[in-house]
Structures are given as C-alpha cells and as structure tokens.
C-alpha cells in the first residue's frame, strides 16, 4: 500500500508533467503556425489551469501515532505545591513549624524529580505515583517525627503518633495528585501512514470508510528573466509569472 504522502505527492506531480507534455505540444503547433502564411496571424493555442480541484476517495490501511517528543508530564513547581497542601488538609493544621516546613519541602523536591524521570521513562504513573506517596508519607512518619516530639505544640506532635496517619497521607496524596500527571500526546504519523487507493478495494470497504481529500491547486507558473548588468554581463533567473 503507499504512503499518503507518496500518493498526494505521485498526484500533484502528474499534474505537473500534463502541463509541461501540453507546452510542449504548444510550442510545436507554434512552430507550425509560424511557417503557415495565414496560421502566423493566429494566436497559438495554449491550455492553462488556474485552478484544478481534486475530490479523492481514500481508505486508511495503517496508521501509526506517535508522541510528543518533549514530554513534561508533571510541572514541579506547582506539583510540590500540591504535595504540601495535601500534607496540610489530610493533617488538618494551618502551619509546620519552620524546621519541619525546610524538611518537608525538600525531600518533596527530591521525590518529585525522581517522579518525573520515572514518569518520562514511561513508567505506569499510578505505580510511580503510589511510589512517590508512600516515601513521603513514610518520611514524614519516621524522620519528621523527631522534630515533631522537639515541637511545643502537643496538637501537631501527636500528630507522628497516630497510626494511620501514614495510610492517610498515601491515599491523600494518591487521591490530589493523580490529575496533575499529563499523559503523553499523540499525534497521528502522517509520513508513515498508509492508505487503500484502488477503486476494486474501495468497493469493499463500508462507505462510513471512506475518507475525501478536497484539494485545490492553484497554477503559479515559472518564467525565464534574463537581466543585463552595468558591467555587460547577463544573468538569468527562474522567478515566477
């Protein structure tokens, strides 16, 4: 089966060698008319399309995507924002004390950049996202717990001491984070994409198949201009009619 692109391009380049097979042809009835005592007072015949319209029936054989190949899928910045607030609302508290606050926030980071280069290794996002939850949740259970027995605040302190303070934060951070990871996009790959063109296989193929491809092309032909500089030389260029 051909490549679209191949097909689209066989089409337009037909087109091109019709006109020139009919310059050609109209330069040999010129020189036939030229040699005619009553023809030479004619104009020459000359055919030219301004405008050729294309209605194509075409059905798709196979079609690839491909994706983006720039894939951000999470931004950092925002997402580590996320992260934080969670750990707030799931706790229930306005602020972290400050030492608490730098701990947290950093090893967010640190989790965050291994989630994303998981994420761009196209890694399953809900297992790198379970991954990502359980370490800080896990974080905040063990190595937070010391400042949180140094806070004055029982409230906060007590805080390390639930037990199911660490399932609240993964299923919280589970739950808040997983609409911020963007899927990768994909796009179909039109230089790879292969399509039916013959009338006998068309008739075979259910007409909600069918794909039309309305082109118009518009005829912008080339001439020779030949330009004489101050010094006597000539140059010649194609530029268009």
Avoid: C
């Avoid at 706790?91 to 761009?120: G, P, W, Y």
């Amino acid at each position: 089966m051909p490549l679209l692109k191949d097909y689209l391009g066989s089409l337009i380049s037909g087109i091109n060698q019709a006109r020139a097979m009919a310059d050609i042809e109209s330069a040999r009835i010129a020189e036939a008319y030229a040699e005619n005592s009553i023809l030479k007072n004619f104009s020459v015949p000359r055919f030219k399309a301004s405008n050729i319209e294309l209605d194509i029936p075409i059905a798709i054989d196979e079609l690839d995507e491909i994706e983006e190949t720039n894939y951000q899928p999470i931004d950092n910045r925002s997402f580590n924002s996320y992260s934080y607030n969670v750990f707030k609302d799931i706790l229930k508290i306005t602020n972290f004390s400050r030492q608490e606050s730098e701990l947290l926030r950093k090893k967010i980071a640190i989790e965050t950049d291994l989630l994303e280069r998981n994420l761009k290794a196209k890694e399953d996002p809900q297992k790198s996202l379970n991954d990502y939850a359980s370490k800080l949740a896990k974080f905040f259970i063990s190595d937070m717990q010391k400042q949180g027995k140094k806070n004055k605040s029982t409230a906060i302190a007590n805080l390390y001491e639930d037990t199911k303070v660490e399932e609240k934060l993964i299923k919280g951070l589970q739950a808040k984070l997983i609409s911020k990871i963007r899927a990768p996009k994909r796009t179909i790959d039109m230089d790879n994409t292969k399509v039916l063109v013959q009338a006998h296989k068309l008739k075979e193929i259910p007409p909600e198949s069918i794909v039309r491809i309305k082109m118009t092309l518009v005829e912008e032909g080339m001439e020779w201009h030949t330009i004489e500089r101050d010094n006597g030389e000539i140059d010649q260029k194609l530029l268009p009619e």
